[in-house]
C-alpha cells in the first residue's frame, strides 16, 4: 500500500506536464519539448520567490505559473506559430531548441549545484494503518487534483474550452464558423506553461534540481502522452498514472537503476499493441 501512494505522489508530477503536452499536440499538432525547460523554470522561480520579502512558499507557485504561462504564450507567438507555416518539424527543431538555450541560460544564471526548496509543512506526516505520506505530498496530490478537475471542467463547460476541442476535433470546420484559432493557440500554450510551472513548483521542495531536470521530465511526460494517447487528456491522466506505478513498483521490487526506463518500455509496448495509444483514436 505504501508503494502504492509513493506511486500516486510521482504520478501528480508527471500528470500536469503530460496534461500540457497533450493539450498543445492535440490542438496545434506541435511536440512542444520546451515544457521540460518552463518545469524547470517553475522549481527555480518557486525557490527564488519563497526567499523573496513578503512571499512565502505558497505565493511562489501562482508566481511561478504566472511566469511560466508568459514564457509560453512568447514561444507559442514569437517561435511556433511563424514556423508552423512551414511544416511540423520545424516546430519540433525549434522546441529542442528552446529547451537547449533556456538549460544552459539557467545553468549560467543559477549555476549547476542541486537546490532544495525547504517545505513549509516541515516535517509532518500523516500515518493511517502504516501508509505515511508528508504533508507536502498530501499538498501536492490535493492541487495536482484541482488544477486537473479545473481545466476538464473548463474544457468540457467553458465557451473557450469547447472551443480548443473543436479545434483539436475538426480545426477546418472550427475556423469556418468564426473561432479565432490563433488566439486559442496561444491560451493552449499558456494553459500548458502554467501546468508545467505549477508542476516544477510543486516538486521542488521533495526532489532538488539543477538546469537538467527538465530534459528527463519532458522526455518522461512525451513518453506518457504517447501511451495514453496524443491528444488524449483522459489518456495523458491515466497514462501518467499507470507509469507512476509502474516506475515506483519496478525500484521496489525489481531495481531502482530500471525505474527510469519504464515510461519508455511501455511506450515501446503499446505502440505494437495499440498505435494510437491506450485511449487515443484512430485518425480518419
Given at each position: 500500500?505504501?508503494?502504492?501512494?509513493?506511486?500516486?505522489?510521482?504520478?501528480?508530477?508527471?500528470?500536469?506536464?503530460?496534461?500540457?503536452?497533450?493539450?498543445?499536440?492535440?490542438?496545434?499538432?506541435?511536440?512542444?519539448?520546451a515544457q521540460g525547460a518552463l518545469y524547470m523554470l517553475g522549481a527555480y522561480v518557486s525557490f527564488y520567490a519563497t526567499h523573496a520579502p513578503g512571499l512565502g512558499y505558497f505565493a511562489s507557485v501562482p508566481?511561478?505559473?504566472?511566469?511560466?504561462?508568459?514564457?509560453?504564450?512568447?514561444?507559442?507567438?514569437?517561435?511556433?506559430?511563424?514556423?508552423?507555416?512551414?511544416?511540423?518539424?520545424?516546430?519540433?527543431?525549434?522546441?529542442?531548441?528552446?529547451?537547449?538555450?533556456?538549460?544552459?541560460?539557467?545553468?549560467?544564471?543559477?549555476?549547476?549545484?542541486?537546490?532544495?526548496?525547504?517545505?513549509?509543512?516541515?516535517?509532518?506526516?500523516?500515518?493511517?494503518?502504516?501508509?505515511?505520506?508528508?504533508?507536502?505530498?498530501?499538498?501536492?496530490?490535493?492541487?495536482?487534483?484541482?488544477?486537473?478537475?479545473?481545466?476538464?471542467?473548463?474544457?468540457?463547460?467553458?465557451?473557450?474550452?469547447?472551443?480548443?476541442?473543436?479545434?483539436?476535433?475538426?480545426?477546418?470546420?472550427?475556423?469556418?464558423?468564426?473561432?479565432?484559432?490563433?488566439?486559442?493557440?496561444?491560451?493552449?500554450?499558456?494553459?500548458?506553461?502554467?501546468?508545467?510551472?505549477?508542476?516544477?513548483?510543486?516538486?521542488?521542495?521533495?526532489?532538488?534540481?539543477?538546469?537538467?531536470?527538465?530534459?528527463?521530465?519532458?522526455?518522461?511526460?512525451?513518453?506518457?502522452?504517447?501511451?495514453?494517447?496524443?491528444?488524449?487528456?483522459?489518456?495523458?491522466?491515466?497514462?501518467?498514472?499507470?507509469?507512476?506505478?509502474?516506475?515506483?513498483?519496478?525500484?521496489?521490487?525489481?531495481?531502482?537503476?530500471?525505474?527510469?526506463?519504464?515510461?519508455?518500455?511501455?511506450?515501446?509496448?503499446?505502440?505494437?499493441?495499440?498505435?494510437?495509444?491506450?485511449?487515443?483514436?484512430?485518425?480518419?
Amino acid at each position: 500500500m505504501q508503494f502504492a501512494v509513493n506511486g500516486l505522489f510521482i504520478s501528480a508530477a508527471y500528470a500536469l506536464v503530460a496534461l500540457g503536452l497533450t493539450l498543445i499536440f492535440g490542438v496545434l499538432h506541435i511536440a512542444d519539448f520546451a515544457q521540460g525547460a518552463l518545469y524547470m523554470l517553475g522549481a527555480y522561480v518557486s525557490f527564488y520567490a519563497t526567499h523573496a520579502p513578503g512571499l512565502g512558499y505558497f505565493a511562489s507557485v501562482p508566481v511561478a505559473m504566472g511566469l511560466t504561462a508568459a514564457l509560453a504564450t512568447l514561444n507559442g507567438a514569437l517561435v511556433y506559430r511563424p514556423l508552423q507555416r512551414h511544416g511540423g518539424a520545424l516546430t519540433f527543431i525549434a522546441a529542442l531548441g528552446i529547451l537547449l538555450i533556456l538549460q544552459n541560460l539557467a545553468l549560467w544564471l543559477f549555476g549547476g549545484d542541486f537546490r532544495l526548496i525547504a517545505s513549509p509543512f516541515g516535517d509532518g506526516k500523516i500515518t493511517v494503518w502504516g501508509v505515511v505520506l508528508t504533508h507536502h505530498q498530501a499538498f501536492v496530490l490535493g492541487v495536482t487534483a484541482l488544477l486537473v478537475a479545473a481545466v476538464w471542467f473548463g474544457l468540457r463547460h467553458t465557451k473557450p474550452g469547447k472551443a480548443l476541442r473543436a479545434m483539436a476535433q475538426q480545426p477546418e470546420a472550427a475556423r469556418l464558423v468564426g473561432i479565432d484559432s490563433a488566439r486559442l493557440g496561444l491560451v493552449t500554450f499558456a494553459l500548458a506553461g502554467a501546468l508545467a510551472g505549477a508542476a516544477g513548483g510543486l516538486i521542488s521542495p521533495i526532489r532538488a534540481f539543477d538546469p537538467h531536470i527538465g530534459a528527463i521530465v519532458i522526455l518522461k511526460s512525451f513518453a506518457i502522452v504517447i501511451f495514453g494517447g496524443m491528444g488524449s487528456v483522459p489518456g495523458a491522466i491515466v497514462g501518467a498514472l499507470l507509469v507512476g506505478m509502474a516506475e515506483t513498483f519496478t525500484a521496489a521490487y525489481l531495481a531502482a537503476e530500471f525505474a527510469d526506463l519504464v515510461a519508455f518500455a511501455l511506450m515501446i509496448v503499446i505502440l505494437f499493441a495499440r498505435p494510437q495509444g491506450l485511449l487515443g483514436r484512430v485518425p480518419a
